[in-house]
């Protein structure tokens, strides 16, 4: 390495923006907005349970007009929900709502962290949840979110009662007060005190709202256990208000329904007390750290006068200024102020770069690179600005090349992947209810660090900045414009199996495919099947030659079920021996594309289950996977879009199955009610499964025969069911159903059960959660002419995905159901 006589600071500056890196991209407004953040040193932390618990109106008054740095911490990553616009659910649901939630944080201004509980679905108690999860680890991690993040604040988005409802909304308040208590006790891991030291927060409150308690207004006026916030306010810079950026922000949420109109004007939050000192008239008026404190008086009367003369025409004449405060920063000593030191150089160094119009890229001409692979990587710098700036080395390697204004500069060189698989980091070991994280510089982390970057240093007026800089993939999608993904470390190639699971009666066989997906170029391998017991298969085993990366081919595997087989999972091996790979990619336009490598598993399961064949119209709803359960029980069946009901013909289906949420995402669907009905009374079978309650109960009435949907569940998959009307046909044909039929379901027994129904409906029977009412509104059934309609909110959208059984013999009752 070259030697200089100049300062260097070696600290690593990472830039991962929701498509990738971009420098040089920033209005001066919005520079000079971060400067104003990296100016104050106000800090809160905002925590709630899931993904979208979060106030994002509030998190952008504290981010941008509070200036504060500002972070949220979700216990969850929202894998237990459902989603509105794709069919991922579980692990796969986590993934994209995590980047919903960095995507909504792009725009508030605040960070994001989370713990290692899982989402395990609806929790009626904080009790469950903290059994489940296991309190202790994730006390220690809000802890050291704390400890790490050293908030003057912190603010809960519930309250530690029922009255937050979910039994993860009360358990994230009442581990967010004892968190308060535990960070500053240097008893409590003391593995963690040597680690991040100590951390006594001023105070927590909790954000309650006047939508919650209307009487919230007048009982907080002059009452001291309350602090009121007008947030409504206007950024001249931003050119928005704090509630607009919010709704932005909240409208990245899409996955569940949560995209908004902008809201603007007026906006009053209140939030109460409940720990440390009370607050009179902000949540800052207890930090007394100053500049002049942690630096000197002349370091901030310079940073003073920097805001003061800040150029906004010409940005590129406040880097000398710039440069000189990193300069003072440097000189803090290690210790207790380290971590707040480097935070503000690295704050500084994106601020520098966005002020010179550095525009920075490392551009692999293709996303994917298999293990222990090598490709040529190209450079691409621009500076826009008149000031010299030079690259001095990448890697290491010295590597001196001038940055003339506006001038593109390129280098190319060679990458070898030694990298692991590019897979989401909670995800590489198996999991139940905590993510199993073998690394721990992950905890915290909401995703995982750029699988392939550059470390490269740039000589600006005197000074060496080092920045870590993302390899990514760009292409060109005429329909959109430019697109950007990462590059990822991927295995030799990829199996995916064309279904989630196989369900067989003993002695029946289906041939199935698998896609298999080349990442290496002169791919030669094998694919050897591994069959669970009682299973055969044929061929065991494929030879796979491919010539080009991302070739695919296609094989065929032919399975059998015989009288002994057992539920298990078929593998796949490569010629090595070692467990081949699926690829899960989750792409939409809101976020950057994620990969999840799994086994490449098929879950095999002997059934008995009768059907009485026929054509069934699955109408689409929100996505999901029953129609392809539909077609594993024998049924032909054929999809369709509400859309299509103005010119489909009913006449000849078995059975209509409408989509799940299908009324909430089709609204239009009102449109067809009669010609459905029309298909119910002349014979038809139409099954409606569940639909999201409204909180208006005008939009909870939805068919010929008056029923509404509630917001009452069974979340307790194991609750014990009774029959209530035990000779009704579905219980009984062509499958009769015992209570053995529902052992072994997941996550829960159902969801937005009916209420209020008709006279002419016969609920078929009842279960629910520990220490409540039976709730009877699962499945409800009423002829109508000659035919029959059907409700339920049963969560088949969950059960036979994951190959239940007992799910599958009921539903195959519904779709052979004829009352006449």
């Known amino acids: 390495m070259l030697q200089h006589r100049i300062m260097k600071l070696t600290l690593s500056l990472l830039f991962i923006g929701l498509l990738g890196l971009s420098f040089g991209q920033k209005t ?30 509030a998190l952008a008054w504290l981010s941008l007009g509070e200036k504060a740095e500002t972070a949220y911490l979700s216990l969850t990553r929202g894998d237990g929900g459902q989603n509105l616009i794709g069919n991922e659910l579980s692990e796969d649901l986590g993934v994209l709502r995590t980047q919903e939630l960095l995507a909504a944080r792009s725009i508030d201004g605040a960070r994001q962290y989370f713990t290692r509980a899982v989402d395990f679905g609806y929790s009626k108690s904080a009790e469950e949840s903290l059994k489940k999860w296991g309190k202790d680890e994730i006390l220690s991690d809000m802890v050291m979110v704390i400890r ?15 009255r937050a409802g979910h039994g993860h909304h009360i358990a994230s308040s009442l581990l967010a007060i004892e968190a308060f208590e535990k960070a500053a006790d240097p008893n409590f891991l003391p593995e963690q005190v040597s680690k991040f030291g100590v951390w006594k927060t001023t105070s927590i409150y909790w954000n309650s709202s006047a939508w919650w308690d209307k009487e919230l207004p007048v009982k907080s006026k002059d009452n001291p256990d309350y602090l009121v916030a007008e947030i409504g306010g206007y950024n001249p810079l931003l050119g928005k208000s704090y ?82 405060l990193r300069k003072s920063l440097a000189t803090v000593k290690s210790g207790s102020l380290s971590d707040l030191r480097d935070e503000k150089i690295r704050l500084l160094d994106e601020i520098i770069v966005n002020c010179l119009g550095l525009h920075i890229e490392i551009l692999a001409s293709d996303y994917a690179l298999s293990e222990g692979a090598s490709t040529t990587v190209t450079y691409d710098l621009l500076n826009r600005s008149p000031i010299n700036v030079q690259l001095m080395s990448h890697e290491g390697k010295d590597l001196v090349k001038l940055l003339k204004n506006n001038e593109n500069l390129s280098h190319e060189f060679i990458l070898t992947n030694s990298a692991k698989l590019s897979t989401p980091y909670w995800l590489e070991q198996p999991f139940s209810t905590l993510f199993q994280v073998t690394d721990e510089s992950n905890l915290g982390r909401p995703e995982n660090l750029p699988t392939f970057s550059q470390k490269i240093s740039l000589l600006v007026l005197g000074d ?15 329909s959109y414009g430019e697109r950007e993904r990462a590059l990822i470390s991927t295995p030799d190639f990829t199996v995916n199996f064309d279904e989630n699971s196989l369900l067989l009666k003993p002695g029946q066989e289906k041939t199935i495919r698998i896609k298999i997906h080349a990442f290496k170029k002169g791919l030669s391998d094998q694919v050897i099947v591994e ?20 070739e695919e081919i296609w094989a065929e595997l032919t399975i059998k079920s015989t009288a002994e087989a057992q539920r298990g999972n078929l593998s796949l091996k490569n010629n090595k021996g070692e467990d081949l790979h699926a690829l899960t990619e989750i792409a939409y336009d809101h976020i950057p594309t994620q990969v999840i490598f799994k086994p490449a598993v098929l879950t095999c399961v002997p059934i008995n289950a009768a059907i009485l064949p026929g054509k069934i119209a699955y109408i689409k709803g929100a996505s999901d996977d029953v129609p392809q359960a539909i077609a594993q029980l024998g049924f032909d069946v054929s999809i369709f879009e509400v859309t299509d ?9 078995r059975s209509v199955v409408l989509g799940i949420r299908i009324y909430n995402v089709s609204p239009e669907l009102h449109n067809f009610d009669k010609k459905l009905f029309e298909y ?43 029959f209530l009307s035990p000779n009704h046909p579905i219980l009984n044909t062509p499958n009769k159903l015992t209570k053995a039929d529902f052992n072994n379901w997941v996550q829960e ?50 059960e036979l995905p994951n190959g239940v059984e007992g799910a599958y013999r009921l539903f195959a009752n519904l779709l052979s159901y004829q009352s006449n």
């Open 243 to 324: 509630n607009e950026i919010g709704t932005l922000a909240r409208s990245q949420h899409k996955c569940q329904g949560f995209g908004a109109i902008l809201e603007r004007g007026s906006l009053i939050e209140y939030f109460q007390y409940l720990g440390g000192e009370r607050l009179e008239n902000n949540f800052f008026e207890k930090n007394q750290t100053t500049w002049s404190k942690l630096v000197s008086s002349q370091f901030e009367k310079e940073f003073n006068a920097l805001m003061t003369g800040f150029n906004f025409i010409s940005p590129s004449e406040n880097v000398p200024e710039l440069l000189k």
């Open 531 to 550: 069959a669970p017991a009682g299973w055969e298969v044929n061929p065991a085993q494929i030879t796979v030659n491919t010539n080009e990366i991302h």
């Open 28 to 57: 001066s407004s919005e520079i000079y907005v971060d400067l104003e953040k990296v100016h104050t040193l106000k800090r809160v932390l905002y925590i709630a349970a899931h993904p979208d618990d979060e106030n994002t109106r």
């Open 645 to 653: 009901l103005s010119t489909l013909d009913l006449t000849g289906y």
């Open 148 to 162: 790490q993040f050293k908030p003057d604040v912190i603010i809960t988005r519930f309250p530690p009662d029922e």
């Open 464 to 478: 060496m900045i080092d920045l870590t800089i993302p390899v990514v993939y760009k292409w060109k999608d005429p």
């Open 680 to 722: 119910v009374e002349n014979g038809g079978n139409l099954i409606m499964q569940y639909n999201t309650a409204s909180r208006n109960p005008d939009d909870n009435k939805y068919t010929t025969i008056p029923f509404e949907i509630s917001r009452n569940r069974v979340t307790e998959e194991d609750a014990e069911v009774n």
């Open 749 to 798: 027994r159902g969801l937005y059960f009916a209420t209020k129904w008709d006279e002419r409906f016969t609920p078929l029977f009842s279960w629910h959660d520990s220490g409540e009412e039976a709730q009877k509104g699962a499945l409800i059934v009423a002829n109508y002419g000659k035919g029959q309609f059907v409700y339920t909110g049963i969560s088949f959208f969950r």
